[in-house]
């Protein structure tokens, strides 16, 4: 008996090729067996089911209504299968395709540099990035993974914390030589100050002086809706802006743009996290990708 269950998913694999090919000779060549091997392998499932799968003359083969169910069964056990094993098999070596939407400077400055390292670790999974401000559909399958700031909206996806970014009030040395330097927030009110054109939840930049949490409103000349666009203007002695902090590690590392009022910054973090559809069928590259996201910033 253990014999004959174990050979199910084989009389299966035949019957659907019969079906499929519309006749004995066209699914024993497909299968790389002979036209009677094939015929004995219907019949076969024929006895055991007490019913006639097949109809048969000299000319046309054609299947039985309990053929045309057998066979749809077949299809769809041998399908799942297939699933079952392509799975374990993902697990063990995660291999395919990912698809990850990263805001534009974020994923140009932090996400795309660690790309390298993860293709050399996993060449078999193949990564989609799309950097764009704009927020991805992830519950309609549009991408696999979405990297977001700030607080989440309540939803039936999973979040994975991948570490916070603050933000520094900065100008160039050059503004600074023209137009001299805050040495408190008041002084911003005389400044030129670059702000994001996105209306914010508290409009204004945060401080802290003495021991108290203020909010104060900047003006300026230009407005941008990237924390990039931002930065360039910043470099060009424009003004003075605040931005999250990978924006500018390079900038402040080689003195192109100088922190300031660093003694009232109110060291707010602005937690990313990883969104992605999870429960138990979460893909092996996906959950990888996100591991070594993790990983990496927190580093």
Request: aromatic residues 4%.
């Given at each position: 008996?253990?014999?004959?269950k174990?050979?199910?998913?084989?009389?299966?694999?035949?019957?659907?090729?019969?079906?499929?090919?519309?006749?004995?000779?066209?699914?024993a060549r497909?299968?790389?067996?002979?036209?009677?091997?094939?015929?004995?392998?219907?019949?076969?499932?024929?006895?055991?089911?007490?019913?006639?799968?097949?109809?048969r003359?000299?000319?046309?083969l054609?299947?039985?209504?309990?053929?045309?169910?057998?066979?749809?069964?077949?299809?769809?056990?041998?399908?799942?299968?297939?699933?079952t094993?392509s799975t374990?098999?993902?697990?063990?070596?995660?291999?395919?395709?990912?698809?990850?939407?990263?805001?534009?400077?974020?994923?140009?400055?932090?996400i795309?540099?660690?790309l390298?390292?993860?293709?050399?670790?996993?060449?078999?999974?193949k990564?989609?990035?799309?950097?764009?401000d704009?927020?991805?559909?992830?519950?309609?399958?549009?991408?696999?993974?979405?990297?977001?700031?700030?607080?989440?909206?309540d939803?039936?996806?999973?979040?994975?914390?991948?570490?916070?970014?603050g933000?520094t009030?900065?100008?160039?040395?050059?503004?600074?030589?023209?137009?001299?330097?805050?040495?408190?927030?008041?002084?911003?009110?005389?400044?030129?100050?670059?702000?994001?054109?996105?209306?914010?939840?508290?409009?204004?930049?945060?401080?802290?002086?003495?021991?108290?949490?203020?909010?104060?409103?900047?003006?300026g000349?230009?407005?941008?809706?990237?924390?990039?666009?931002?930065?360039?203007?910043?470099?060009?002695?424009?003004?003075?802006?605040?931005v999250?902090?990978?924006?500018?590690?390079?900038?402040l590392?080689?003195?192109?743009?100088?922190?300031?009022?660093?003694?009232?910054?109110?060291?707010?973090?602005?937690?990313?996290?990883?969104?992605?559809?999870?429960?138990?069928?979460?893909?092996?590259?996906?959950?990888?990708?996100?591991?070594?996201?993790?990983?990496?910033?927190?580093?």
């Amino acid at each position: 008996m253990a014999t004959e269950k174990a050979d199910r998913a084989g009389e299966m694999a035949a019957f659907a090729a019969v079906a499929c090919e519309g006749s004995l000779s066209g699914a024993a060549r497909k299968l790389g067996l002979t036209p009677s091997a094939v015929s004995r392998i219907v019949s076969r499932i024929e006895a055991r089911l007490g019913v006639r799968l097949l109809v048969r003359t000299t000319r046309h083969l054609h299947l039985t209504p309990e053929g045309e169910t057998y066979a749809r069964a077949a299809r769809r056990i041998l399908a799942d299968l297939d699933e079952t094993e392509s799975t374990i098999a993902d697990q063990a070596s995660p291999r395919g395709l990912v698809k990850v939407s990263a805001a534009t400077a974020h994923g140009r400055l932090v996400i795309v540099p660690l790309l390298g390292d993860f293709a050399t670790l996993h060449p078999d999974i193949k990564v989609e990035i799309d950097l764009d401000d704009r927020l991805a559909d992830i519950a309609g399958g549009r991408v696999d993974v979405a990297i977001r700031f700030g607080p989440l909206v309540d939803s039936a996806l999973t979040a994975r914390r991948l570490g916070d970014t603050g933000r520094t009030v900065v100008a160039s040395p050059d503004y600074l030589a023209r137009a001299g330097t805050p040495l408190i927030p008041a002084d911003l009110a005389r400044h030129n100050c670059l702000d994001f054109s996105f209306r914010r939840i508290e409009p204004g930049w945060p401080f802290q002086q003495d021991g108290t949490d203020i909010l104060l409103p900047v003006a300026g000349n230009m407005t941008a809706n990237s924390g990039e666009t931002l930065v360039q203007l910043a470099l060009q002695g424009l003004g003075i802006t605040r931005v999250g902090n990978f924006h500018i590690g390079e900038e402040l590392s080689s003195g192109r743009l100088v922190p300031l009022l660093d003694a009232y910054n109110p060291q707010d973090r602005e937690t990313i996290h990883a969104v992605f559809v999870g429960g138990p069928t979460l893909p092996a590259r996906v959950r990888v990708l996100v591991d070594f996201l993790a990983e990496r910033m927190r580093a």
